[in-house]
């Protein structure tokens, strides 16, 4: 099907939502609780496209564009002054909460925001509570950890520590996929430790690289049905290998 | 400490074993034991197979859920809007004064909790006071004792309200 964003005619399956087809085409919309690994959520709200539809009769809405699936002769437009509104509204918001975010520091500068005209919160910290490292560890089986609370008090973490981190398998997914570096982890030579656990590691075979705590990598093998033997090499030690493999193969 | 089981066991029995069942099971639970204890929520999250995180992070999330023991009976003073404007204030330190403790806390016998809540939907009846599951409605500061007074005996919620009517 055919739409319209920001006046360039793009093309796009059923089923997809309007961010995935923006960004496949260099539209730039941003978002901050949007990663393609994990289901659309909605929840920062910075995403806010202006969208209308010849049938419409002039109507126009303000939508997700992570969760509004495509319709065909959608006209979306993402830069308007309505949709400039909420997302300033949005990162001032998100400024008073982490006023020590560079990334938030920078949108809310796009948007006109030095400072933010809320009271900035106490003792802040970096967490502006999308949910990526929940759903990310939900997807990846583990589900270590979760939202505490609700409300002002809400936060993101390993829950009765002593239980709750045991389903932890010390991957860092959680703390790679956080837009603003909010988890905090730290790696020594043979010790990774990450929501005050500590985990050994294994190193790659070959060229000693990092590859993961054997938790995590027993996790991906009883996940992937692949032997655990898989797991004793670093990825790019096992596609050199298998280059070479080709190399005698194929000539 | 270890909690009896069998009320739990019990619970578990009448709903599926499914993710769709937690919070009935929590809200059970709650009732059976006055809180949520940890090792409970363990046994919950095994046996409907939801990850432990994900069931402290529904039970941490609701207000009806507890992680401290509650009270034997639980007072909840209504300060929505209309329980606010007809003296619900009042009503709550009066409360604080007889039973010694602050909002939200118990009693260090076990007997009382009190807690504020935010409406209770019956505006009508403001100020509003829900003892256990029992409304009373039209509250002043001088019936509260008798309130008090009922849920030392053990009178049925009924004879209870007619006392302080």
Request: glycine residues 6%; hydrophobic residues 40%.
């Amino acid at each position: 099907m055919q739409l319209t964003i920001d006046k360039r005619s793009v093309v796009a399956r059923k089923g997809e939502y309007l961010l995935e087809v923006a960004q496949r085409n260099g539209i730039e919309i941003p978002a901050l609780c949007h990663h393609p690994a994990v289901e659309p959520w909605g929840g920062c709200r910075l995403c806010m496209v202006e969208i209308t539809h010849p049938d419409w009769k002039g109507w126009t809405g303000l939508v997700t564009a992570c969760l509004y699936p495509v319709q065909d002769g959608l006209i979306v437009s993402t830069d308007t002054k309505k949709v400039h509104q909420v997302r300033a509204g949005v990162l001032d918001l998100l400024l008073a909460r982490c006023p020590g975010s560079s990334l938030i520091q920078n949108l809310a500068r796009q948007y006109g925001i030095e400072e933010t005209s809320f009271t900035p919160r106490k003792a802040p910290d970096l967490c502006i509570l999308c949910g990526l490292c929940i759903r990310i560890c939900e997807k990846i089986g583990a589900s270590a950890i979760s939202s505490i609370g609700r409300g002002v008090e809400k936060l993101v973490s390993v829950p009765y520590e002593t239980v709750a981190t045991a389903a932890c398998v010390g991957c860092l997914s959680c703390a790679n996929i956080c837009p603003t570096g909010a988890i905090a982890f730290s790696e020594s030579e043979h010790c990774r430790t990450i929501w005050s656990r500590n985990f050994e590691l294994v190193r790659c075979e070959e060229c000693k690289a990092v590859i993961g705590t054997p938790e995590q990598l027993e996790h991906f093998a009883r996940r992937s049905g692949l032997d655990r033997s898989y797991f004793t090499k670093c990825d790019s030690c096992r596609n050199r290998e298998a280059a070479a493999r080709f190399v005698r193969v194929t000539f | 400490m270890t909690l009896p089981r069998a009320p739990l066991q019990q619970i578990l029995t009448k709903y599926p074993p499914k993710e769709s069942s937690l919070i009935m099971v929590l809200q059970d639970v709650q009732d059976a034991y006055r809180h949520l204890p940890l090792e409970l929520l363990v046994e919950v999250a095994k046996a409907l197979e939801v990850p432990k995180a994900k069931v402290i992070a529904v039970a941490t999330f609701y207000k009806a859920f507890s992680l401290e023991p509650k009270g034997e009976v639980e007072i909840r003073v209504c300060r929505g809007t209309a329980c606010h404007v007809r003296g619900g204030l009042l009503i709550m330190d009066e409360f604080k004064r007889l039973l010694g403790i602050e909002e939200g806390e118990t009693t260090s016998d076990g007997k009382y909790t009190l807690e504020a809540v935010n409406c209770v939907g019956t505006c009508a009846m403001a100020p509003v006071v829900v003892v256990n599951d029992t409304y009373y409605g039209s509250m002043t500061v001088n019936k509260l004792n008798r309130i008090l007074r009922a849920t030392k005996s053990s009178k049925t919620a009924d004879a209870a309200r007619e006392e302080t009517e």
